[in-house]
């Protein structure tokens, strides 16, 4: 979960804009769903500013010229910090199992499937600062707040690590203990696991 939170662009018609903000084109919005598709599908280095522009049935200059570059595209059209916003809200004392009830309801959606694209780019320093700012945002920042006890934010950042496996075994693994399983026995192991980590040691 890298960069500041990405705003979207888009708005309804006759929507108020900012002052000083160029109007959203049809180019921009061909270029994005293009994108959008086109990452999913292949990710990151399986996809070209060609193949983008191509596909959105505009110069290739273009891509540029609206988004700055390939890796500003992706990173714009993967974003996962809407998918992961209030993630780590609910009673501490059961808040594991309420975090891993929520990542399974978006394993088969666009969230974890961005997540995905994502982590096999991970190799490319802007993609990975998203993913560490994106994860401080919305798990180690706002749990080390509420967790109790002694190492919360060292605890915090566990919880973190403990979601990002979870969500790559789901996705993308190919462990034959994981794929297939019911969701209940999921639920089970990962949820004691990270509730371990939420619970006050000392209590």
Do not use: C, W
Not at 51 to 79: I, Q, Y
Not at 89 to 100: W, Y
């Amino acid at each position: 979960m890298h960069t500041g939170p990405v705003t979207d662009p888009r708005a309804a018609p006759g929507a108020r804009r900012g002052r000083g903000r160029p109007p959203t084109t049809h180019a921009q919005e061909a270029i994005r769903a293009a994108a959008s598709r086109l990452f999913a599908a292949r990710g990151y280095s399986g996809v070209s500013v060609r193949e983008v522009a191509a596909a959105a049935g505009v110069d290739p200059s273009l891509v540029n010229r609206h988004f700055g570059s390939k890796e500003a595209l992706f990173l714009e059209t993967m974003a996962i910090d809407e998918g992961f916003r209030g993630l780590v809200e609910g009673p501490l004392e059961e808040l594991g199992r309420l975090v891993l009830e929520r990542l399974l309801t978006l394993r088969e959606g666009a969230v974890v499937t961005a997540y995905a694209a994502l982590i096999g780019a991970i190799d490319r320093p802007e993609v990975r600062s998203y993913l560490q700012g994106s994860a401080a945002r919305h798990v180690v920042g706002p749990l080390a707040e509420r967790l109790r006890g002694p190492d919360r934010e060292l605890r915090a950042r566990l919880v973190a690590t403990q979601i990002n496996g979870l969500l790559f075994d789901l996705r993308i693994g190919d462990d034959p203990s994981l794929v297939g399983r019911p969701v209940g026995e999921v639920l089970d192991v990962y949820a004691r696991a990270l509730q371990a980590l939420i619970d006050d040691p000392t209590a």
